[in-house]
């Protein structure tokens, strides 16, 4: 791929509003959870979706970028020494992120863009309605 190419390619990638994101947001204000902040600058890391009343924070990561377990992508050919320093520093950055919160008594749930792919997929975003609704042992559906 030459520069012109890969500078454009790279230009499609976006801070926030992901589609992934956006997915996820939707899926929160139809089962009832409006009210979130978005990219919250007030606590460490910048969630992508903050309740700060509940402390709960929200990171939506694309598999390439933050080395998802499940889909276990590979690393791109060219300039691999490039790539593996930047997805260590980007997973490290995650792990900082997620610890600072925790110490600050927030609770922190990270959700996959596979897992916003595949409706099936869906313990996580269950997980965190648990949590919004502070109920142990139900679980809501979000197939609809």
């Known amino acids: 791929m030459d520069t012109p190419e890969k500078n ?3 230009q499609g990638n976006k801070r926030r ?3 992934p994101e956006l997915k996820l947001r939707k899926i929160l204000r139809k089962a009832g959870y409006p009210g979130y902040r978005l990219q ?3 606590v460490p890391g910048r969630p ?3 309740y700060p009343g509940r402390k709960i924070a929200i990171f939506v990561n694309g598999c390439f970028w933050h080395r998802c377990p499940k889909c276990n992508l590979p690393t791109p050919k060219s300039n691999q020494e490039f790539w593996e320093s930047k997805f260590e520093r980007n997973m ?3 792990k900082r ?3 600072e919160l925790e110490t600050l008594g927030w609770k922190v749930f990270v959700v ?3 897992e916003l792919r595949r409706e099936e997929s869906c313990e996580s975003i269950n997980y965190i309605f648990m949590n919004l ?3 142990d042992s139900s679980v809501r559906q979000l197939t609809s």
């Open 8 to 10: 454009k390619s790279m």
């Open 17 to 19: 509003d992901t589609t």
């Open 40 to 42: 919250w600058k007030k």
């Open 48 to 50: 992508d979706i903050a």
């Open 92 to 94: 490290n950055r995650d």
């Open 97 to 99: 992120k997620i610890e």
């Open 112 to 114: 996959w863009e596979c």
């Open 133 to 135: 609704e502070g109920v």
